[in-house]
């Protein structure tokens, strides 16, 4: 049983290693205790800790220092808004920097380490900046460190940088996995407080299907941290008995540890999942964490709210906290923040503290109520005997790694000093409404709250309780009920008229009161008082605010990035209200005057492994394999990666000590017997239909009305800019049948142009198109004999005959006895050649059977980089040449362009700029010394010309070693190209510091006549 | 003439279990793409309908006819029929189609991997951005969409707790590494299965 | 005394004195009647060409109207890379007199901008890409900008945190601009804002152009938010904003504006020196000198005019993230945010007459805007001070489409979304 | 963002694949050439309402026009381009 509702119980302790532990608290379990350590240093814990209210426990007050100035900091929060608590979580790969203490849920074994500080965290010797701070304003940066230029580099930067950041990302590859799901609900609620636990009860009572999200691990918000009667019961108690209600209709899922980080277009909400990181030992392949994407109709936002401080000189001391921090601390984990406490309220809110406090045996020293007169104040002042001081401020405070008295400065300008170790703060509350500005929807300002409070007019988006200023526990869950109820309504679930639930009854309502004091700056304070901090992770204080403002950056937006105020990594959560009213006050201006920031996705930082989710590593991007894969994996192939295709790039054999030995024997069995090769991978396209012909010429520049049925010709495809787009042969097995083959790396930008073509630009042809690349395993047998090794195959009644069967033939077929298969004469080798199709099933058995069948002739299997030299041999254009920038002039096909039709980039291809002689065009290049590299890359200049640019007259596209010619040969395009065979030119490679000559010649290397591939 | 060739699996082993759930390779079933040719619906529709009993289904559903055809969208104005293994699909239907639809056969461009058991709604969920509350997605239904990077024909066969997936050939093992992966993370604590 | 000059002995003096003297960096100026030039947007590229065409030029009576604040688009809403590693003959010479500019930007302007020259390192995957990097680099070279082509061990040797062990796509090399690096984006538009204003220039914010007066073909002037503003030229650099704003005049742009996703993490101990792109994803992060990774990808790929974006490109770029970088897995995401780009047809910008008088164009800077500020801003001055192109920009003319001679670097047609 | 997509139901983005400018049309052959170069390179590029085209090309491989509104990414509307599906029954 509880006993914090108990007044003024002693402060108990549950052992002498932690003794700021109360007996209780509602949220952990004080029957086990678990061990940490911090800095090296062991302490310990209860399950339902955090690192932060274990540290509280165990009396330990310093655990950072600030960014700039290296301040020794404290815990200030008790949420995901923390700016001060960074520590480094777990070591070595499981190195997890700049985590927030106040959410890092304790587990047995953790172990933390505090960040930016050399060498201790006691001692840091960076805090010289504090002293230097007078230079150190906002952007002093930007006036010097520019004498003299070179200095930059050199010398001021690597200092900056080496003082830059907070925490270290590990060193190594991060090795716990991440999944991702995808989610879908009609209503999303997002918080687990008493609006949102209304809200959920609504909309899941109508029966729409709900998911709440809770970021903490624990439903209930703030209900864990008041002490509030809901239904004559603590709140938290009535919170988990509505979950389990909850839990238990079939249309609800609650996601806890599950923060909504962004609203994206759609109803799209991305949600990050803390599955395992509060676990010591995860099961095994448990993901650390889970993206969602959440689907949802309708969102009820009941995020609550963020208490920000008050803005006085030294407020960043360990033991400054946020009053409503405080309370969550003595509520749920039963610890003691402090054993002497002043509280410093602009607001009734802020009291609660002084009597939980209280309650729990805290001594308070003095309660500080900038308003002048409150009889709530008096009324818990009273019950506390704390001293009030009402209409008063805090004018500074003293103690270094820790606070240990504060000046108070009286209504009445007394000042007064009293001391302490704890000081709770409460400046008013912030709705948190990050969701709801996340489609750029600004919040408007309430002067009744002295906050900003959201605006939606999206019809899908609801606000409830404190997140749309409601600051009350009765107006949050009436508020829920009818944000839940409504959102079901627009989803069709129950009527939007009839009557919410009836609102669970709260005992007394909270009152609030606030009176804003957003510092506690007088101007007299002047340059000796201490630094006020308004972002307290990277040191923004009041007077670089005003600074700022007086060198015209105005715009809250200028501010922030003149300042780098909010910028930090807590978002400016607790800063950016309080800077703008200091930005308000020093333009003369009222706050809605001066605007509001937007806030951006993630309202929480979101780990980058979380985003990837499992795509990493090999796994990076799917891979596809071809049918012959496995196959071609026994063989010892080298792999490589062909867009999505993992492809063989060769197939090395015992005794070949380089690659390149292997593609040279792979080229040279080619040339002289027969290999094969898996051409799996170009695209397939099967177009059918009356109109197909029509289509193809529509498509292809060239002529597709007369090829005969059982032949197949090349065609080029320009974009309709004019520019080439890709190529490839169709083969014509129908009346109204044709098969196109496309580049692999284009197959699937072809297929989406040709249903553009057909859908978007002639809807009224009658043409289907489909892919039949993995339908058909296709295999190029290419060599002289190939002929002989596919007679061993194909069934006898297909004559095979060059007359039979001639170059660019093409048949349906069948092999080994009844297979069906498709049969193509084609060559991109150059030597008589087919390739060969069968179901895709088939592929595997094929290539073997090649290779037995094959044997007498000596067969091999080719790989991509032989293919590329015999493609290059043969003066084919590839992807180097079909780079997208080039035209069907510069490709030698510019006669290919029919005049007698219409066709895709027909206009745009006849443009001067297009066609000009001077373009750099197709040619092949032969060094003089066979032996020397021809590097692709290399630029063409005349021989003897200066190295410049102005010179440039075009490049090598592709080159290889020819083991066919015995030199090394290259593809390039040169001006006026096609005039210039026989003239020497020089080639200029200047990354390898070299220039070569060659010789300007054909592309097609060998066999020019096409003798080979007609035999 | 060599021995007759034999089809290889995409995919080994046939059959995986993990956390009570299993993923197996579907058999090879006859798959013929069926591309209707322009105002030729009506008269396929009667043709199939005479034959098979069954018309082409308007939406992302299975109709399922005589001698085991079941024929599904596959994409805006294409159909996939399939039939058990050895049915001569092809040739059934290439009389009865002609000049109607372009046909193409598409047996071996796509295999199908099963997930099954409980839990197997979670794991999908983890790869294909579709609502699969039964609703929406009940026994019978298809979806065109993405299991993570890879395409995929999403279905819930009638009769069984489970989901097909329907991949291009080539990528069949990626696919089944990533359904793996998703089995192993097992199922999330909200989802209620 | 006024401490009107930067320099680190008034920054001294100041710090003695409470900082009393600082004055504000530019006047915030109200409209005139009338202007020899007016600038239609205040950022990065409108404040530069208003400096150069006083500073160089020698014209002072310009205006810069800025419907909002200052630096408001993109130029605070960008990865801050600078670079000039071009292929074309069209692009080469401009960004590398862009490169130039930034080397001496900081004492020309008399504002710490931040320029960073560590590297800016393109990675590659395959050959055809090494061979597509080495055709740039030695165009480059050949241009007189500086390249080098580092293989797999040079790159491991200057980032061994890079995935080298199970990569999907292993990384061959890469082509490193040392020259290349950051520059902190806000203090360009600050910086040149101030040394604009010293030589008399009008910075109008809170100033919407809401009409352009066009008087038989030929521009008198704009209509704002705070009324009619007579010009003797007027010169348009709006950005993702370029097709309303030229529409007002009655022109049609070969323009999309689509959105461009940026993201920066926490703030981390420095561990990576140089600007790395990934060559098999869509990926590119540099380290600020306040710690955070800055990495962006590719444009969602929809006309947008929201600045923001959507999850799938978050996903695609961090997932491009991690395959190259395993270590930034525990890292955080702190915030993402989207900038307007006014995507060309080409992937290439444009800085050109038009068809009406007196009205210029500075626009189509696609995703590469901010590399480009300096040199845009001196050669749209020139253009305006002299009316003819710039000689590193006579390649931007608004008829290249129409002749054909586009400015593909990417060989990806009029697709913007492609590039 | 997600678009209904006339065949396969609300989708997200992911499975889409843009091509912009919805209303221009293909020049007939032999149209002046500034009619090619319009065509080619200029687009309608509002703040506010705009039809373009989609490509479902990870779901029922459709070409769809689009009308949403750029400054809100708010969709107005989602039909097959073209007359393609007309032999298609009406898929309600």
Redesign the interface.
Known sequence: MYNIMRDHAPLPVTGPTQPMRLIQGNGIDVGRTIRFTFDDKSYTAHPGDTLASALLANGVRLVGRSFKYHRPRGILSAGPEEPNALVELRTGAWREPNTRATVAELFDGLTASSQNRWPTLAFDAMGINGVLSPVFTAGFYYKTFMWPAAFWEKIYEPIIRRAAGLGRAAEEADPDFYEKSNGFCDVLIVGSGPAGLAAAMAAATSGARVILCEQDSLPGGRLRAENILIDHRPGWTWAEATVSRLRAMPNVRIMTRSCVFAR?????YGVFERVSDHLAVPQPDQPRQRLW?I?ARQCVVATGAIERPIVFPNNDRPGIMLAGAVRMYVNRFGVAPGRQAIVYTNNDDGLRTAADLYAAGVRIMAIVDSRQSSTHAQAVAQRTGARLFPGARIADTSGYRGVTAALIRGGNGKDCRIACDLIAVSGGWNPDIALTTH?GRRPSYSDEIAAFIPTPDEEDLHVAGVAAGTMTTSGALTEGARAGHQAAACCGFGEASSPPLAAPIVDQDESYGIVPQWHAMDAESGRRAGRAFIDFQNDVTAKDTKLAAQEGFRSVEHLKRYTTLGMATDQGKTANVNGLAFLAEVNGQSIPQTGTTLTRPPTQPVTLGTLAGPHRGLHFKPHRLPPTHQWASEQGAVFTANGLWQRAHWYPRAGETTWQDTVNREVNTVRNAVGFCDVTTLGKIDIQGPDAATFLERVYVNAWQKLPVGRARYGLMLR??GFAFDDGTTARLGENNYVMTTTTANA?PVM?HL??C????W??MDVQVISVTDEWAQIAVAGPRSRDVLRQIVDPQYDLSNEGFGYMAAANITVCGGQSARLFRLSFSGELAYELAVPAHYGDALARLLMRVGAPYGIAPYGTEALGVMRIEKGHPAGPELNGQTTAHDLGMGRMLSTKK?FIG???AA?AALTGPARPTLVGLRPLVAGTTLAAGAHLLPKGSPATAAFDQGWISSSAWSPTIGSWIALGFLSNGPARHGEIIAVHNPLADTITEAEIVSPVFVDPEGKRLHA | MPDPLLPQPAVQPPSITVNGLTLALAPTRETVSIG?F????PDLDAALASTFGVTLP???STASGQDGLQLT?A???QWFAHAPAGAGLMARLAPLCAGLAALTNQTDSRVTLCLRGTGADAVAAKLV??DLAPHHFGPGHT????AGHI?VILSRPDGTSGLDFTVFRSFARSLHHDIHVAMKGGIPHSERV | MSSERYSLFSLLRESLRGHAGWKPAWRKASPQAAYDIVIVGGGGHGLATAYYLARRYGIRRVAVLEKGWIGNGNIGRNTTIVRSNYLLPGNAPFYECSMKLWEGLEQDINYNAMVSQRGVLNLFHNDAQRNAYIRRGNAMRLHGIDAELLDASAVRAKLPFLNFDDARFPIQGGLLQRRGGTVRHDAVAWGYARAADQLGVDIIENCEVTGITIVNGRVTGVQTSRGPIAAGKVGLACAG?S??VAAMAGL??????HVLQAFVTEGLKPFIDCVTTFGAGHFYISQSDKGGLVFGGDID??????QRG???VVEDVVEGGMALMPRIGRVRLLRQWGGIMDMS?DGSPIIDRTPVEQLYLNAGWCYGGFKATPASGLCFAHLLARDEPHEVATAYRLDR??RGAVIDEKGMG????LH | ??LNCP??GE?????F??????TVR??A?D?P??S????????????GR?E????????????LVVE?D????M?HGVR????????????S
């Not at chain 1, 994206?264 to 799209?268: E, H, I, K, L, P």
């Not at chain 3, 790929?301 to 929201?306: E, I, W």
């Not at chain 4, 694949?17 to 919805?22: F, I, N």
């Not at chain 4, 090619?36 to 703040?47: F, G, I, K, S, T």
């Open positions: 994206y277009d759609g109803g799209t994407r689907v489609h309709e800019d699937g989406q249903e553009f057909h859908q978007c630009l809807p009224d219409d027909r206009t745009m443009r | 209707p322009a105002k030729c619906l308007a939406d992302f969208k994409a805006h104005h951005p579709v979806a065109l969409t993405l395409p | 904003n097709s309303r049609r742009l070969p323009i999309e504006s790929g929809y006309n947008s005019y929201a959507n999850m799938p047809m489409f129409g009029a697709q913007p979304n | 963002m997600r065949h396969c989708r997200s983005l992911e499975e694949t843009y091509r912009g400018d919805a293909r020049p052959l149209a050439a500034e090619w170069v319009d065509y080619v390179y200029l687009r309608e590029n509002p703040a705009h373009e085209y989609w490509y479902h090309g990870a779901g029922c491989r459709a070409w949403r750029t400054t809100t990414h969709v097959p381009a073209g007359a393609a599906s007309e032999n298609a029954r009406s898929e």
